[in-house]
C-alpha cells in the first residue's frame, strides 16, 4: 500500500464523518413539503393517512411527510426537535401546552386563518373546541388562537343498563339529575359479592364532577391561588374517597390497580363508570350488554352539574417555511367532513362540526343512545380541567401523587389537602413566575 | 548500520500512517459522540438551557443549588442507593449457581440457558411480566398467599413496597449473567489446586472458601464494580412500573429525575447540572471500591 492510499482512505473517513454531521440541502423547487407530527392508533393513523392523500390532491404542490410516534413518547420527541430547532410544520397539541409555546414563540397565531379561509366555518365549530387554544399573553381561553381542534371529547358518565334493569333501578333524566345521596344508594343496591368476584355500583368517581359540582376547585378564579382546603373542595373529595371507604361501593385504589375502571365496566363488575367520548368505539366491541350515558350527580350543596371536556389541537410551528400550506392542513384535518365523520365511524370523538354533531352523530343508531348528554356537556356544564389554565402542572402532580392515601384512608381529606396545600402554592408561584419572566 | 536504522524509520512512519488511519473512525466517534456531548453537558450545568424557551444564559452554581435543595433529588437519592441492595444477593446467587451447574451433570447446559434467559430478555417484556406476577389482586404472589391466608401488599401501588419488588426483579434478572460469569471464572480455576488440596486432605468446604473464592474474587470484583453502576442508573424499571415515579416519589431515582427534568419540564441546563454532579459521584464510589478492593481481591502471585 502507498503513502497515497492511505490518505484516500483518511479521506474516506473523514468525508463520511461530515456526511454524517451535517445533511445536504435540498433543492429548491416549487414544491413545498410539510411535516406533520402525531400519534394514534393504527386506525386512526390509517385515516390520517386517507385524509392527508386527498389534502395532497386538492393542494398539488403540497407534499406532507407524516410521522407518527407512540403517544407516551410523543412529548418527549416533540421537546427534543423542538430543541434542536427542528420542529414539525404541524403537530398535536395539548390545551395545557398552549401558553408555554406561546409564549415561547414555538406555535403560530393563526387568529387571522381562522377568520379568513376557504376551508371551513368558524360558526359551525364548537366555541370551547377552539377557545381552548386561545391565549392572550395573560389568559388563557382569551385572545389569539394558536391552535385548531382535532377533536372534542367529553366525559360522560355511563351506566350498565342489563344490571340497573335487574336491580330495578331507573336512570335518572337530563331534567332531573341524582343528588350524591341518591347516586350512592343506586350503587349501594348495585354492589354485591366478595374478593375477585366482586361487583361494585360505582366506578372512581370524577374529582372534578365531585369538587366542581360542591363548589369548590383546585384553584381560585384567577388561577393564582391554591384552594384545595376549602371545605367544599375536602367535602367533596371525601365524599367521593368515601364511597370506597365508608359505603363500600366503589373498588380501592389497589383494587383499582389490579384491573382498571373500565375493564372492570366491560366485565359487568361495575354498573357505573366515567367514561370519555374516546371509549365509544371500544365500547362496541367489549361491552356485551346495553349501556348508556346519564348526566354527572349533584351535590345536594348546589344542585349543578359540572364535569371536564378536553381534546388535542393542531398547532403551527412559528418556524414552519410554508405557513400557508401548514394552516391549510391543519385545517383541512380539523373541519374536513370526512375526517370528522371518522370520529364518528370510529367511536373516537364529538365531531368539530356543529351541524354534522347534531345531526349525523346523534342519528347513528349506535350506543349510547343518550349521546345528547355529551352535547350538552360541550354546551352547558362542561368546564376545563383546571390545570390546563396555568403554565404548567407540576401543582397538579404534585396533589395526584398521594392521593390515593386519600381514598385507602390513610389520611383524610382534610389533613391531606393540608399537607400538600403550601406545596402546591409553591410550585404554582413558580409556575406564575416562569410565565412572567419571558 | 545507517541502512537498517533509515528502514526502520521508513517502517515507523508507514504505520504510523496506518495506525493513524485505524484509529481515525474510532477517535472521531469518541470526539463526536462522547467528548463533545460531555463537554456540551457540562457547560449546559452552568446555564438556564430550557427546550422549550430556547434560553442558554450563564447562571452560575444556580442549577446545582436548585437541586440539591431540591427534597425530590434527596429522595430520589435515598431511592438511588436503595438499588445497591440487589448487589450482594444477586452476587452470591449468581456463584451457587454456578457452583452447581459446573459440574458436567445431565441437564447443566439446559439450566445454564434457563439462568441467562432473564438477562436476554427485552426489560419491557420483563416488566410487563413482574406487573402480572406482583398484581395486587389477581397475581401469582398475591394469590399464593392468599392461599396460606396471607393478604399481600399493594406490592406496585403502596410506596413502602415498589422499592422491595423492583429490587427482587432486579435480583433474578442479574443471577443469571452473575453466574456465567463466576462459572466462566470457576473453569479457568486449574484442577492441580484442587488435587493438591485433596492430597493434603482438605474438605470441601475448606477448598471452596481457601481455594475457589479466592480465586473467584476478581470476578466478583469486576461484578460488583458493573453491578453498582448499573444500579445506580437504574431507570427502566421506574419508568416501566410506575408513570411518575410512584406515589410520593417513593421508586424514582437519580436518573429518573435527571430525565424528568430533562424531558418533562424541558430544564435541560438543571438536568445537565445533576447528571453531571452525579456522574462525579458514581467516580468516586467508583474509584473508592478500586481501593478497597486491594484488601480483598486476589490478584495472583
Known sequence: MTKRSIAAAVAAVAAAALVMSGCSAPADSGKQTITFMGWGSDEEIATFKTMIGQYEDKYPDVTVDYVTVPAGDFATKLQTMIASKKTPDVFYLQPEKVMPY????????LSSFVDDNELFDPANVWAKAIDMYRYDGTTPGKGAVYGLPKDISAFGLAYNKDMFDAAGITAPTDDKPWTWDEYAAAAKKLTSGEGADKVYGSGPYSLEAAVWSNGGDWLNADHTKVTVTDPAFVDALQWVADLNLVDGVAPSPEELSSQGDYDRFVSGKLAMTGVGTWAQ???????????DIMPWPVSPKTGKEAIWYGGIGFAVAKSSKHQEAASNLAAFLAFNEDAQRTNIEKGQAIPNLIDMAKDEWLNTGKPPANKQEFIRILEDYGRRATQTYTFNSDWFTLFNSNLASVQS??????????SVQQEMQDLLDKGIAEQQKK | MPTTALRSRRINRRERAWGLAFVTPIALQVILFSLVPVGIAVFASFTDWNSIRDTRDFVGLDNFAEFLGDKYFW????????????IPFYLLFGILFALGSHRRTPGSTLFRVLFLLPYVSSIVALVVLWKWIFNYQYGLVNQALAAVGIQGPDWLGDPAWIKPTIVIMIIWKMIGITSIYMLAALKNIPDVYYEAARLDGASPVRMFFQITLPLLTPSIFFLTVVGMIGSLQTFVEVQLFTSDGGREYSAATITYYIWQKAFGSGQLGLASAAAFFFALVVLVLTLVQFRLSRRWVYEGE
Open chain 1, 102 to 109: 406561546a409564549d415561547a414563540g414555538i406555535i403560530s397565531d
Open chain 2, 75 to 86: 429522595i430520589a437519592a435515598g431511592n438511588t442507593l436503595y438499588m445497591l441492595i440487589p
Open chain 1, 409 to 418: 384512608g390513610q389520611q383524610t381529606a382534610a389533613e391531606y389537602t393540608a
Open chain 1, 281 to 291: 368505539g371500544g365500547l362496541w366491541n367489549d361491552a356485551k350488554f346495553t349501556w
